[in-house]
């Protein structure tokens, strides 16, 4: 069996045929895709659980209900494997990717990696995509004969060019593909959808802005409209709530409007037609993606840049260092598995990798046990 139902896909989307292979080849399961043996490889990968402590925006441990970066990893699966299909590609292979794009991501945040490449200058770096390809290709090691997940070429091909306004990693291995199959675009979107719309929910929960902030923003005036028309007698909470879904709402009709729009355009007949051209395939229309900038700019001035967000980076960069520093100066801290690969890898690409896996609360006691030794 190579795909649930091919006959229901399009010619451009990726079939198992598509997948390119396996670094390591192995025999096709009786009843599961190729794909489908992805995702559940994904699933079951120890980084993977790691993502249930793992700081999405909001720190987890302070309160019970912020997302995490396991549950934003689930909502944008949610999203992808709605926009796939809709437009009738391949669900399985958006999934995988939606579930493994964050794999990479250190502890607290954006400031994690922010301070891991900063001391990584001179040693190759630290980017969290790049990352999420290191772990499904080499960090992760449950199988006797290879290292890695052993994913599929496809799905590693999708990791490897994740792409949002935030994210353009450089990966030479895939240099010369000038896109990512539609699949793996339409997680970028997805991305870019969840992480909105659950960032704005979440800031309005906790209280770093009001309603009345957003009175100025296109998107929320159009979501809030909405919610007003069809509830008119609820209860604020819920029109607030019921506004932010019609964010995530807006930006997925108007994913699928533009992504069909610009399909029809160029006709693709073979998943390569869609990875040859330079222009993505999946993308929010003019209109609205104008208005999803302008609400991520506010989010960015006054979420992630919130006087509470920025005392939490400060602490967060302050305990990476320090922890960095101390394995650096002592490799006899660093558990033997990843100090016999110094050798190979170098000593500030494994504490690199080793403080890149860990969740906000084994960095926060790793850091604690180091400073009561010194």
């Known amino acids: 069996m190579n795909d649930e139902s091919p006959a229901s896909l399009k010619p451009y989307a990726l079939h198992a045929a598509d997948s390119g292979g396996r670094v390591h080849a192995e025999a096709e399961h ?41 549950t934003h990893t689930l909502e944008v699966a949610q999203v992808a494997r709605t926009l796939a299909r809709a437009l009738r590609v391949n669900e399985d292979v958006a999934e995988a990717v939606a579930l493994a794009h964050d794999l990479g991501h250190p502890p607290f945040g954006h400031a994690g990696e922010e301070i891991l490449n900063e001391l990584m200058a001179g040693a190759g770096g630290f980017e969290h995509n790049r990352q999420s390809l290191r772990v499904v290709d080499y960090l992760e090691h449950p ?57 704005l929910a979440d800031a309005l929960a906790v209280g770093w802005i009001t309603i009345e902030q957003l009175a100025d923003l296109e998107l929320w005036r159009r979501a809030w409209t909405q919610a007003e028309r069809e509830m008119p007698e609820a209860r604020a909470i819920h029109k607030r709530i019921s506004a932010c879904r019609g964010v995530l709402g807006i930006l997925a009709d108007d994913a699928l409007a533009e992504t069909a729009r610009r399909i029809d355009r160029l006709k693709p007949t073979c998943p390569a037609d869609v990875q040859d051209t330079p222009q993505r395939c999946a993308a929010f229309g003019e209109e609205t993606g104008g208005q999803l900038e302008q609400l ?79």
């Open 30 to 70: 009786p009843y599961r895709s190729c794909y489908q043996r992805d995702r559940d490889r994904i699933i079951h990968c120890s980084a993977f659980r790691r993502l249930d402590y793992k700081t999405q925006v909001f720190v987890p441990h302070e309160q019970d209900h912020y997302r995490t970066r396991l």
């Open 296 to 374: 991520q700019h506010f989010l960015l001035e006054n979420v992630y840049q919130h006087p509470v967000a920025l005392r939490h980076h400060a602490e967060s960069r302050r305990i990476i260092t320090e922890l960095f520093e101390a394995y650096l100066s002592d490799p006899a801290l660093l558990p033997q598995r990843y100090r016999g690969r110094i050798d190979t890898d170098g000593i500030h690409r494994v504490i690199c990798d080793y403080i890149a896996g860990m969740t906000d609360r084994f960095c926060r006691e790793e850091h604690q046990q180091i400073g009561r030794r010194s």
């Open 143 to 199: 199988y006797p004969d290879f290292r890695g997940l052993n994913l599929t070429n496809a799905v590693r091909l999708c990791l490897a060019r994740h792409e949002t306004r935030y994210d353009t990693p450089q990966i030479d291995e895939f240099a010369d593909i000038p896109s990512a199959p539609l699949e793996g675009q339409l997680v970028d979107l997805a991305d870019e959808i969840a992480y909105t719309s659950a960032d």
